[in-house]
């Protein structure tokens, strides 16, 4: 059972143009949800990351929407560049009940962006 | 300079022959994770500790085995490898999963063949 599913799986934008990507979840008690970069031959690295009390957070080009009803959230770069042609990971987690983040990532299966110049 | 490190790198070895990959974090992290990653199937946990000497199982455990004797390390084992545990490995490590909200730094990864 794939808990956090992860479209599309690959994505070719052209320099400029939107680049977007979508996750859906299905278990209500993940209640963080951040987006990895990973270039090749390198390890993911942390993009940006929400939690479900907002439903936009925006950190320079990248901006993550959450949709907590319909249990969705994406990634949108704007103004994409060749520099931003790297493979994304959308992951959950889940809360503890002390209030931190259950040690149990889960991620998606990844999209491989290429940007056109 | 604050990094987590993985050794080795790339190793090719045999199947059922006994393997230990490192990782140790230079920033005094709490959290410490292990993943594999394979094409088409994304991340997957393998392990994962939350302090010393408290480890738990991730999605996919079976064929490994890890230890958290002090803060810095966290080996993966493989007592028997078998061909299925070819891929590619990464540690990461977070400061806590109560105080940063699960932000995790990666390792290099290590890749690993097993014939």
């Known amino acids: 059972q794939q808990q956090v599913k992860q479209s599309p799986q690959s994505l070719i934008v052209q320099k400029g143009g939107i680049s977007i990507i979508n996750c859906a979840y299905e278990?209500?008690?993940?209640?963080?949800f951040p987006w990895y970069q990973q270039f090749p031959g390198k390890g993911p690295a942390l993009l940006i990351a929400?939690?479900?009390?907002?439903s936009e957070k925006k950190e320079g080009r990248f901006t993550i929407s959450f949709n907590k009803s319909a249990k969705q959230f994406s990634l949108h770069i704007m103004d994409s560049q060749p520099g931003d042609s790297a493979t994304y990971f959308c992951?959950?987690?889940?809360?503890?009940?002390?209030?931190?983040?259950?040690?149990?990532?889960?991620f998606g299966k990844g999209t491989k962006l290429s940007v056109k110049p | 300079e604050a990094q987590v490190t993985q050794n080795p790198r790339y190793l090719i070895t045999v199947t059922g022959k006994k393997l230990t990959v490192t990782c140790s974090q230079n920033?005094?992290?709490?959290?410490m994770s292990w993943y594999r990653q394979d094409p088409g199937l994304g991340l997957r946990q393998i392990y994962y500790s939350m302090n010393v000497e408290v480890t738990d199982k991730g999605d996919v455990p079976e064929g490994y085995k890890v230890s958290r004797k002090e803060k810095r390390n966290f080996p993966l084992i493989l007592e028997s490898p078998s061909p299925n545990q070819t891929s590619l490995y990464f540690c990461?490590?977070?400061?806590?999963?109560?105080?940063?909200?699960?932000?995790?730094?990666f390792g290099p990864g290590t890749r690993l063949t097993v014939t």
């Open positions: 992951a959950a987690s889940k809360r503890t009940n002390y209030g931190g983040s259950q040690g149990n990532l889960i």
């Open positions: 929400i939690r479900p009390d907002v």
């Open positions: 990461a490590s977070s400061l806590s999963t109560r105080l940063a909200g699960g932000e995790q730094y």
């Open positions: 920033m005094n992290h709490e959290y």
């Open positions: 278990n209500t008690a993940f209640d963080y």
